[in-house]
C-alpha cells in the first residue's frame, strides 16, 4: 500500500486541539503516513493573523513536539501572495508525485468548496476529507451533490493518489481560535483548550493580551 499523506491548513492563530484532535482521527482511520500542518500566509477568505508568521509556527511546532504524525510545512509562508490551496497542492505534488495526498476541510469549509480558487481542479491533485461530527449530516445543493456523488470514495478507491471525496466521522470539539485570543484578552483561563508548551510561549510574550 502506498504511503499517504494528510494535509490541514490554516492560519492556527493559535493551533488548538479542535484542530489535532480530528486530524489524528483521520491519520488512524485512513491509515495516513502523517499529517502536514500548513499555516497560511495571506488566507483569501478570512480577517489576517493577529500572530506573526513566525510566532504561529513556533506555536504550531511546540504543538507537535512529540508526536511524529504530524509535520510542520511551511510552504504556504515562503509564498508570495494570497495562500490559494490549489497552489500549494501543485506544490506538495511536485515533492510527492505519486504519493496520495488527503486534503483535509470541515463541513462548512466543505460546503463552500465551490468560492475556492480553481476549485474543480482540487480533485486532480489530491482527495478531500470531508470531517463530520458524529450524526451530523451533509446538506448540500444540488449542484454540489452531483459532483459529491460522482467523487465519493469508497474503500477499493484507497489506491489512488487523488480524485475521491472521503466523508469521515471525527471528534469534533467546539473549540474556536477566536474565542480562544478573546478570553485570553480578558485574562481567562485557555487550559485543556491547546497543548500547555503553547499556552506558555503566548504567556511569555504577551500574545493576544489586550492593550500589548
Known amino acids: 500500500m502506498k504511503e499517504a499523506i494528510g494535509i490541514l491548513g490554516g492560519t492556527f492563530d493559535p493551533i488548538h486541539y479542535g484542530h489535532l484532535r480530528p486530524a489524528l482521527d483521520v491519520a488512524e482511520q485512513l491509515n495516513l503516513s502523517h499529517i502536514r500542518l500548513i499555516p497560511n500566509s495571506t488566507p483569501p477568505h478570512r480577517d489576517q493573523p493577529q500572530a506573526t508568521a513566525k510566532q504561529r509556527l513556533l506555536m504550531l511546532n511546540l504543538a507537535v513536539k512529540d ?7 511551511d510552504r504556504e509562508l515562503q509564498r508570495e501572495g494570497l495562500s490559494y490551496t490549489v497552489d500549494t497542492l501543485l506544490s506538495l ?3 510527492f508525485p ?7 476541510v470541515g463541513t462548512d469549509a466543505f460546503l463552500g468548496i465551490k468560492a475556492w480558487h480553481h476549485w474543480r481542479q ?38 489512488l493518489s487523488a480524485g475521491k471525496i472521503w466523508p469521515i466521522v471525527v471528534t469534533q470539539l467546539a473549540i474556536s481560535a477566536t474565542n480562544i485570543r478573546s478570553d485570553i484578552a480578558r485574562n481567562v483561563s485557555v487550559q485543556f483548550l491547546l497543548p500547555d508548551e503553547v499556552i506558555k510561549v503566548i504567556n511569555e510574550i504577551s500574545l493576544y493580551k489586550a492593550n500589548r
Open 67 to 73: 508526536n511524529e504524525q504530524f509535520v510542520v510545512d
Open 93 to 95: 505534488r511536485h515533492d
Open 98 to 104: 505519486d504519493t496520495p495526498l488527503y486534503l483535509l
Open 122 to 159: 482540487l480533485l486532480d491533485l489530491c482527495h478531500i476529507v470531508v470531517m463530520q461530527r458524529p450524526d451530523e449530516g451533509l446538506v448540500i445543493s444540488s449542484d454540489l451533490e452531483r459532483w459529491y456523488q460522482q467523487h465519493l470514495a469508497s474503500v477499493a478507491d484507497s489506491h
